[in-house]
């Protein structure tokens, strides 16, 4: 069985500060895919990443998958209370596990004016 | 319209009651996925529909049964559920089924609560 790890499961920050969230497992995914649920909301793609080592910027988020493809991390500069949410990672792979997604359980971001 | 559509967005039922969730997309995919979210647990996937067809039955106890009588409407059919089965139930749907970079589009859940 695949896991994904994620941490930390809350962060709570000012209006400004910078910040990361880490996706780790011990499982190769072909891809990792990262996404945002605001309240009373479905979740929201934000990125895909596919090749080991990509890093990929979306305004002030950035996204990394590490060289082995078995973990990610999101760093947002500047949060501001617009990034509030819960943010996770799901891993896509291959063989019998093709075309489903692996969820990490999340984190809670919170940004305070 | 939005892409994803669920109903209700909030049920309440006891544990003998019968009732559906329904999820309708306007995007013109051809797979359809329930998954359950329960506080501090990954999403858990429930079923798939591929081209109307299941595709993936992940384990789910029978009180749930899915219905895909086409490819823009998936229902959940709920009966004797248990309280542990609160949660909120998610319907997604994605162009097809089988692509691991494939984007995941979410309606806005249906928030159970079992008494």
């Known amino acids: 069985t695949q896991l994904l790890e994620q941490s930390p499961q809350f962060l709570s920050i000012q209006e400004g500060e910078n910040l990361t969230v880490y996706c780790n497992s011990s499982s190769v995914f072909s891809s990792l895919q990262w996404y945002r649920q605001e309240p009373g909301e479905g979740p929201v793609l934000l990125v895909t990443?596919?090749?080991?080592?990509e890093v990929k910027k979306l305004k002030r988020l950035t996204f990394q998958f590490g060289d082995a493809r078995k973990d990610s991390s999101l760093h947002i500069t500047a949060a501001q209370p617009g990034d509030t949410g819960l943010y996770l990672c799901?891993?896509?792979?291959?063989?019998?596990?093709?075309?489903?997604?692996?969820f990490g359980q999340g984190t809670i971001l919170t940004v305070h004016p | 319209e939005t892409g994803v559509t669920q109903t209700p967005r909030h049920l309440v039922m006891g544990m003998t009651n019968k009732k559906s969730l329904k999820c309708e997309q306007h995007l013109g995919h051809n797979a359809m996925y329930w998954y359950k979210q329960s506080a501090k647990k990954p999403l858990e996937l429930m079923f798939v529909y591929s081209l109307e067809e299941r595709v993936e039955n992940n384990s789910v106890p029978s009180r749930f049964s899915p219905e895909c009588p086409n490819s823009s409407h998936l229902f959940l059919h709920l009966h004797t559920l248990q309280p542990e089965d609160s949660a909120l139930y998610l319907c997604?749907?994605?162009?097809?089924?089988?692509?691991?970079?494939?984007?995941?589009?979410f309606g806005e859940g249906s928030r159970l609560t079992v008494l």
């Open positions: 990443v596919v090749t080991g080592g």
């Open positions: 799901a891993g896509g792979a291959g063989g019998t596990s093709y075309g489903k997604l692996t």
């Open positions: 997604a749907s994605s162009q097809d089924f089988g692509s691991y970079t494939g984007e995941l589009f």
